[in-house]
Each structure stands twice: as C-alpha cells, then as structure tokens.
C-alpha cells in the first residue's frame, strides 16, 4: 500500500466540461507524474511536475494542464472535455535528485475513473 | 520516441508453473526499468526497479533481467500461484507497454 491518495475515485462529465484532478503524493516525494491509461491499454504519459515546475511532457495537447503545489500535492486540469477523454487517470510520486534525470521507483495512486458523456 | 512491447498479450498457467514474462524497448538509451502489477481497475504496483547499471533485481519468488544491449527485459515468476493472477506491465522510464494478462489456475 503506496502512501499516494487521488480524488475523486469516480467522475462523470459531459463533452465540452472541465474537470480537475487531484493527487497527494508519498511523504517525502518531491516528483509527481500523471498518465492516461484507456481501456486494455497500457498508461499514456502526460506530463511530469518536479518542484513545482512542468518537467516534460507526453503527446498531449494543451487542454491537458496541471500544477504543483509547495507540499508537493499536484492537479491534472483538462478543458474542454471530449468522449475519448474517458479513461482511468494515475497520478505517480517519486523522490528525485536534483543532479539526475533518472527516476527512483514510482508509486502509483489508485486512480480516477472519467467518464465523459 | 521510445516504443514498448510486451509478448504475451495473455498468458494462462497451471499453479506451481514457473513463467516469464517479456519486454521490449527500442531505444538502448535508457536510464531505469520497472516493472508493475495492475490488478483488474486498480492503480499499479511495482514489483522491481531496474537502474541501466544494473543487470538483475530479485524479490521473493520475482526476478527481472535487464539486457540493454538487445534492447530486452523479463520477468521470471517462479512456482506461479493462483494470487499472481493480474496484469503485468513493463515500464522504461515514462513509457510502458500494454502488459501481459497472466491467469493462475488452481
């Protein structure tokens, strides 16, 4: 059991909404990541925070947006809701150093499931 | 871009079976490997984390090999039991596969 908390568990919207997302991340994690993960698929990146700065992103266009806060916590926004939008969406934690690209051991949250209407 | 592949899809054993799991990458480039369990609507679990350094990690009856060079990983399971049961996804950095569904039989 992974210290990562997300909320909502579960959300409906319809085409066109905003929604937020929120993730906690692990005591001591610095770095929190977000992905996408369809139906049979495997997770889709997103995009990744590391204190409190947008630290790469994946092949999602700009309706995709988020933030880190001071305690590390972090939001996934997406505007302008679409049907393919629906998905299970994990947020990630890990403590990384300042020095490395390389990413220590990443624990997941449980997810939220989207369903857009 | 960086591209995973996971072979099986699916995969059924008996109990007590020993099993691998495979996973492939295209770029040799890579700084770390782990590899996850997702149980059906779950969020993931990692199993073992592997640093480009290194060439194997063990937990219990799991080990994963790493094999930069021909761009390949697996994932042993040895004498399989029914709890086992789940999606097993490989992860290079950012980028994961589609995982392989593994069932136990009792």
């Known amino acids: 059991e992974t210290g990562v908390t997300q909320s909502p568990t579960h959300l409906i919207k319809t085409r066109g909404q905003q929604v937020t997302l929120r993730c906690s991340s692990q005591s001591g994690h610095n770095t929190v990541s977000w992905y996408q993960q369809a139906l049979g698929q495997g997770p889709q990146f997103i995009f990744q925070y590391y204190r409190e700065e947008e630290n790469g992103r994946g092949n999602f266009p700009p309706r995709f947006s988020g933030l880190q806060f001071p305690n590390y916590s972090s939001e996934l926004n997406v505007n302008a809701l679409e049907l393919d939008d629906s998905a299970l969406y994990l947020c990630a934690s890990s403590s990384r150093t300042f020095s490395g690209r390389t990413q220590e051991t990443q624990y997941f949250g449980p997810g939220t499931r989207l369903l857009v209407l | 871009k960086q591209e995973v592949t996971q072979i099986p899809a699916a995969l059924s054993v008996p109990e007590g079976e020993n099993l691998v799991l495979n996973c492939s990458f295209t770029?040799?480039?890579?700084?770390?490997l782990q590899w996850f369990r997702q149980d059906p609507g779950k969020g993931l679990t990692s199993l073992l984390l592997i640093q480009s350094s290194q060439r194997e990690q063990t937990s219990g009856r799991l080990n994963a090999s790493l094999d930069k060079s021909s761009g390949r990983s697996t994932l042993y399971i040895a004498a399989s039991q029914p709890g086992d049961s789940a999606t097993y996804l490989c992860?290079?950095?950012?980028?994961f596969g589609t995982g392989t569904s593994l069932t136990v039989i009792p």
């Open positions: 992860a290079v950095e950012f980028y």
């Open positions: 770029d040799s480039a890579i700084y770390n």
